[in-house]
């Protein structure tokens, strides 16, 4: 009990070295049950975040984040010994690669937006296709359309469930895979078969993904650009207001950095105004950072009041400097490019007044189409958002009573 306490206070007074914060965002994305969740607990050794209602359901409804430390052992001669412990299985002692952040996207159609969301935290990711079903899957289309239209590159394909999988079956799935990965541009990936639920080559896919998916380079002279994915109130019912903790912004930087005490703007805020705060506190699953860097995700501790970020109020707004962000607004014009979809018979148009969800960095808002002049959408939103002059946006609309990714656009 002493011990633990001790820790505790060793951690407030002693920021680690903002080196242990995860440098890079690895998605795990795929069909709704072709076992992300075992895959990132067999990568992490921890099922990512659920909560009540995910549990429920048996599927995650948000964005769910896991962090691991990869480790190579320089005994293992000739192997691939690669780990998540310190601790080789031939009792040598691993050397530390890097930690990552796994991005847990849900597969469930109804929550493809969620996905998109989340494809612009990613710099990299594995896509888990099952080796016992016909490929590719619906969703492991749009899984893929989204990555590209966020500009992820590099990814490794898990074909999991070999154990499931006969022979036969196996080897047919394997060249569907590689089939589908040529049509759509990434003849390049690497296809490891796994077992999630055994950990069988799991160690192969590690290595894979330390040759696929590199660190990305921090450029120092960008400002600071941060997407929120969730955002808290830590307070306890009843706290004291002298105890009273500020909002927290939980999500990834995208280039930058950040450090206590830096005043920042969150965009579009509250009814199109833009939130200014100061930055208290900077977390990562590693423990208190000093400052943050892009890659892996973390806990902006501000001095809002806790009341405006409970509840993922602020999820899919903008972090920035104040200024430096466009100012929010409700009228777009975008150029639309729609995309090749695996139903034969979808109508590549859009209609006036047809309602459409837009994916703009992490952000998921809803709009009208106004109107089209010279090949430029008019879409009016309900709620202001922030947009950059030529940022890539997914574009989704309802069919037969599902959101369906059906283009991406260009703002102008
Ligand atoms: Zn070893």
Redesign the pocket.
């Known amino acids: 009990m002493k011990k633990a306490k001790e820790k505790k206070s060793r951690e407030k007074k002693q920021p680690l070295a903002v080196d242990e914060q995860a440098v890079v965002n690895i998605g795990m994305v795929g069909h709704v049950d072709h076992g992300k969740t075992s895959l990132t607990q067999a990568l992490t050794g921890k099922w990512t975040e659920t909560h009540s209602e995910e549990l429920k359901r048996g599927i995650s409804i948000r964005l769910g984040y896991a962090d691991t430390t990869f480790y190579k052992?320089?005994?293992?001669k000739g192997?691939e010994?690669y780990g998540i412990k310190k601790e080789?299985?031939?009792?040598?002692r691993?050397e530390k690669l890097r930690t990552v952040s796994f991005v847990d996207a849900p597969g469930h159609e109804t929550l493809l937006t969620t996905m998109l969301s989340g494809a612009a935290l990613m710099q990299g990711a594995i896509l888990v296709i099952a080796a016992n079903e016909e490929c590719p899957q619906p969703q492991t289309k749009e899984h893929l359309t989204a990555l590209k239209i966020a500009g992820v590159q590099n990814i490794v394909v898990a074909q999991n469930k070999i154990d499931l999988a006969g022979k036969e079956e196996a080897i047919k799935n394997y060249n569907q895979i590689k089939e589908f990965l040529k049509k759509n541009g990434f003849e390049n990936a690497v296809i490891i078969p796994v077992a999630a639920h055994f950990g069988t080559n799991i160690d192969l896919l590690i290595g894979a993904i330390e040759k696929t998916i590199p660190t990305p380079k921090t450029d120092e002279s960008k400002e600071l650009k941060a997407y929120c994915v969730r955002s808290f109130d830590v307070n306890r019912p009843g706290a004291k207001i002298s105890e009273l903790k500020g909002g927290i912004i939980g999500g990834s930087i995208i280039q930058g950095k950040i450090k206590i005490g830096d005043k920042i703007e969150i965009s579009p805020g509250i009814d199109g105004k833009p939130i200014g705060t100061k930055v208290t506190s900077l977390n990562c699953a590693q423990g208190l950072l000093k400052e943050a860097r892009a890659g892996g995700l973390i806990g902006i501790g501000t001095s809002l009041d806790p009341s405006i970020t409970q509840n993922d109020r602020m999820r899919g707004q903008v972090v920035a400097l104040p200024g430096k962000m466009p100012k929010p607004v409700k009228s777009l014009s975008l150029k639309i490019n729609f995309i090749e979809r695996l139903a034969a018979k979808v109508e590549n148009k859009l209609k006036t007044n047809e309602i459409l969800v837009l994916t703009i960095g992490a952000m998921t808002a809803l709009g009208t189409v106004a109107g089209e002049k010279q090949g430029t959408v008019l879409v009016e939103m309900k709620m202001p958002v922030v947009i950059e002059k030529g940022q890539k946006i997914a574009v989704s609309k309802k069919e037969a009573g599902r959101w369906r990714l059906v283009a991406y656009a260009i703002a102008e």
């Open positions: 052992c320089p005994e293992c192997k010994a080789c299985h031939c009792g040598g691993a």
